[in-house]
């Protein structure tokens, strides 16, 4: 379970509070950061890490005493927060003769397919070379929506993890492990050693995201980036970043934090599908339900609904179960809701494919 001697891929995520201190950047800890990293990289090992802080060092930089909400002064803060954070991780790394890259990513170049497959293409150029990547949110171009996705960065790790099939994902915080309940409100409150599932009970006791003045991630988060990287059978660690030799000792296996174990393992476009922000719903009658349950394709005599605007080959939810590519756009749907596959040809003209969405293409949300 955390024998993780065979991990040759590992994805570190670093959170704001983690970085911080006294208000500003920890060079002292990116310092060490980088001398465990240089040990596995050394053990020939490859490092991907995600960082947050552009936003925090830009907010102190500016004396702003919390976390800016308006999108032009999240985008202003990030751009001079970045190069700052930037500038301290590849001195660090460089006492090593370690090259690091950056690596900017916002939520559209997840979501779109072409880009997404482009993103597995450079990170693995990167670490042929023997760079270590160092990603992080998009901040200064990304638009609200998009600006608080991540979550601190959390879900953005797990989504790189996934895409290059990491074998390990630490995400480093300032939350010791999961808790069986809030250990601010109960003294008595136990570390989770290890979570098998992520069960409703699990997502319960994560509760209400909770970042602090900087930060955006709460545990609600980390067990939402959890999810997204079993299902690319990676294991993850929750733990404090602050502890000595983090890295390394939870790479020699010590019991800290909590381990979260993958599992399913899903191919990678199903993996796409199932991360990729749904750009419509689509609800469908029982029957259609169980077809879809049992590896057939989702035929349009079987929605009863379409609710938003896309285009086809857009990914869709289904009745709150599922995601999928749909093989038509909101406009044709509607026009095909509850027919026959043999009318197709009739309303909508030549041309056009059988069924909604092929079962390849359907990824049910649920275990």
């Not at 001079?80 to 790394?93: C, N, S, T, V």
């Not at 000595?244 to 381990?259: E, Q």
Request: proline share 3%; with cysteine; glycine share 8%.
């Amino acid at each position: 379970m955390r024998n993780f001697s065979k991990a040759k891929r590992i994805v570190i995520k670093i959170g704001t509070n983690t970085l911080s201190k006294d208000g500003g950047l920890d060079t002292a800890y990116i310092r060490r950061i980088a001398g465990q990293v240089a040990g596995l990289t050394q053990s020939g090992r490859e490092i991907i890490l995600v960082t947050s802080g552009a936003i925090g060092m830009g907010a102190g930089q500016l004396n702003v005493a919390k976390r800016p909400q308006e999108t032009q002064m999240r985008q202003a803060c990030a751009a001079i927060g970045q190069p700052m954070l930037m500038h301290e991780y590849r001195k660090a790394f460089l006492k090593h003769n370690i090259t690091i890259a950056q690596v900017l990513l916002t939520a559209e170049v997840l979501n779109n397919r072409k880009t997404y497959l482009n993103l597995q293409n450079s990170v693995e150029t990167l670490l042929d070379l023997g760079v270590v990547p160092i990603v992080n949110e998009n901040d200064s171009v990304s638009t609200e929506e998009i600006g608080s996705a991540f979550g601190d960065n959390d879900k953005l790790s797990a989504l790189v993890a996934s895409k290059i099939d990491a074998d390990l994902l630490i995400i480093l915080s300032d939350i010791d492990a999961l808790y069986d309940k809030d250990p601010k409100q109960f003294p008595d409150a136990k570390p989770i050693d290890a979570v098998f599932e992520i069960t409703s009970d699990i997502i319960k006791i994560a509760g209400a995201k909770g970042g602090s003045s900087h930060s955006v991630g709460g545990m609600k988060t980390k067990i939402q980036a959890a999810q997204i990287a079993a299902n690319a059978g990676c294991r993850i660690v929750l733990a404090n970043g602050r502890a000595a030799n983090i890295i390394s000792r939870i790479i020699n296996g010590d019991v800290i934090g909590t381990v979260f174990m993958p599992k399913r393992k899903l191919s990678n476009r199903s993996r796409w599908i199932l991360n990729s922000s749904a750009a419509g719903t689509i609800k469908i009658d029982e029957g259609a339900a169980k077809a879809i349950r049992n590896r057939k394709s989702l035929l349009p005599s079987g929605v009863i609904d379409v609710k938003g605007n896309f285009d086809a080959e857009s990914v869709v939810m289904i009745n709150g179960i599922a995601k999928a590519v749909t093989n038509f756009g909101s406009d044709q749907l509607r026009a095909l809701a509850g027919k026959h596959s043999a009318k197709i040809k009739d309303i909508l003209g030549p041309g056009h494919k059988d069924v909604v969405a092929n079962p390849e293409n359907i990824v049910f949300i649920d275990y």
